[in-house]
Nanobody, 125 residues
Framework: EVQLQAFGGGLVQPGGSVRLSCEVS???????IGWFRQAPGKEREGVSC?????????AYADSVKGRFAISTDNSKNTVYLQMNNLKPEDTAVYYC??????????????????WGQGTLVTVSS
C-alpha cells in the first residue's frame, strides 16, 4: 500500500523560509512526486515535482520559480520542498502526491494517483 505523509508546515513571516517533507512508502521502482497547494477559496495548484529516477529531473510552477527548491533523499524515501522568500500569497495547505514514473519529465499539474494529508503553511507577520 502506497502511503505519503507530509510534514513541516507552520507560521512563517513574510520573507522567511520553511522546508516541507513528504515521506513515501509502498513504492517499488521509480516514481514522481508532486507538491500541490490549496489556498482558502481557491483551486488546488501544482507547485513543483521531481522524479526519484537517476536523472532527478524536476519542474516548478512559474509562481515559485527561483524561490522554491525540490529535492529527494532516496535513502529515506523522502522528498523535500524548500520554500524561501515566502509571501502571504503562499499561504495554503500543501499536499504531496505520487505516481509511478511514466514520463520523461514529471508533471507539475499531474495527474497523480496517491495523495498525502495536507500541511498548513501560513505566511503572516
Amino acid at each position: 500500500e502506497v502511503q505519503l505523509q507530509a510534514f513541516g508546515g507552520g507560521l512563517v513571516q513574510p520573507g522567511g523560509s520553511v522546508r516541507l517533507s513528504c515521506e513515501v512508502s509502498g513504492f517499488t521502482g521509480d516514481y514522481d512526486i508532486g507538491w500541490f497547494r490549496q489556498a482558502p477559496g481557491k483551486e488546488r495548484e501544482g507547485v513543483s515535482c521531481i522524479t526519484t529516477a537517476a536523472d532527478g529531473s524536476a519542474a516548478y510552477a512559474d509562481s515559485v520559480k527561483g524561490r522554491f527548491a525540490i529535492s529527494t533523499d532516496n535513502s529515506k524515501n523522502t522528498v523535500y520542498l524548500q520554500m524561501n522568500n515566502l509571501k502571504p500569497e503562499d499561504t495554503a495547505v500543501y499536499y504531496c502526491a505520487a505516481i509511478v514514473r511514466l514520463w520523461t519529465l514529471c508533471r507539475v499539474t499531474g495527474p497523480y494517483d496517491y495523495w498525502g494529508q495536507g500541511t498548513l503553511v501560513t505566511v503572516s507577520s
